[in-house]
């Protein structure tokens, strides 16, 4: 069964800075692309960020580009999303998803990590 | 970006009933291999996002078979032949053929 366990969320300040983590299982981790994807609270989705499998194609989104850096560790079957420069409008569950075989979409998620930025 | 406009965002359906989600882009998701990457998701109340439907009608794994999805170029379309009440939520197209990928509004379907 595939699990993606997301931690790291929390409270902190404008200006600060997170790492979230997604620990994978179940499947062949380092063989899969990963994304995250947030969830303001009582708004829609927005992608994030993308990864592949070996950590050499990696995309952001415009929104986040420069404060926000993804990596993963295959070795430990995990994901990072290191958030810099916190903004009040980067308030959101955070999820984990892994990448489906050839559909260019997020086929499991994670259960989500909350962060709040305020000060 | 491309821009994925859902229609309607509110529907409310007798159980038992068919329903139906409108998912229109700004462009076309026709990518260069040939397929098209629009993807529906279902985000029931207090969940995690789930995949539905890839690549425009392909069902998960797992997914009744009363749930199908259509559609070509710009124009998109999911179906619930007969709504259930496990069915509420919250439904959003995707898109992935341009990058970024981005999502529909969502379109909250609720029972009368």
């Known amino acids: 069964e595939v699990r993606l366990v997301e931690s790291g969320g929390g409270l902190a300040k404008p200006g600060g800075s997170l790492r979230l983590s997604c620990a994978a299982s179940g499947f062949s981790f380092s063989t899969r692309s990963m994304n995250w994807v947030r969830q303001a609270p009582g708004e829609g989705l927005e992608w994030v960020s993308f990864?592949?499998?070996?950590?050499?194609?990696?995309y952001y989104a415009d929104s986040v580009r420069g404060r926000f850096t993804v990596s993963r560790d295959n070795a430990k079957n995990s994901l990072f999303l290191q958030i810099n420069s916190l903004r009040a409008e980067d308030t959101a569950v955070y999820y984990c998803?892994?990448?489906?075989?050839?559909?260019?979409?997020?086929?499991?998620w994670g259960q989500g990590t909350l962060v709040i930025v305020s000060s | 970006d491309v821009v994925l406009t859902q229609s309607p965002l509110s529907l409310p359906v007798t159980l038992g009933q068919p329903a139906s989600i409108s998912c229109r882009s700004s462009q076309s998701l026709v990518y260069s291999d040939g397929n098209t990457y629009l993807h529906w998701f279902q985000q029931r109340p207090g969940q995690s996002p789930r995949r539905l439907i890839y690549k425009i009608s392909n069902r998960d794994s797992g997914v009744p078979d009363r749930f199908s999805g259509s559609g070509s170029g710009t124009d998109f379309t999911l179906k619930i032949s007969r709504v259930e009440a496990e069915d509420i939520g919250v439904y959003y197209c995707?898109?992935?053929?341009?990058?970024?990928?981005?999502f529909g509004q969502g379109t909250k379907l609720e029972i009368k």
């Open positions: 995707m898109q992935s053929t341009h990058w970024p990928g981005t």
């Open positions: 990864i592949g499998s070996s950590g050499n194609d990696i």
């Open positions: 998803a892994r990448e489906g075989k050839t559909t260019r979409s997020p086929s499991s």
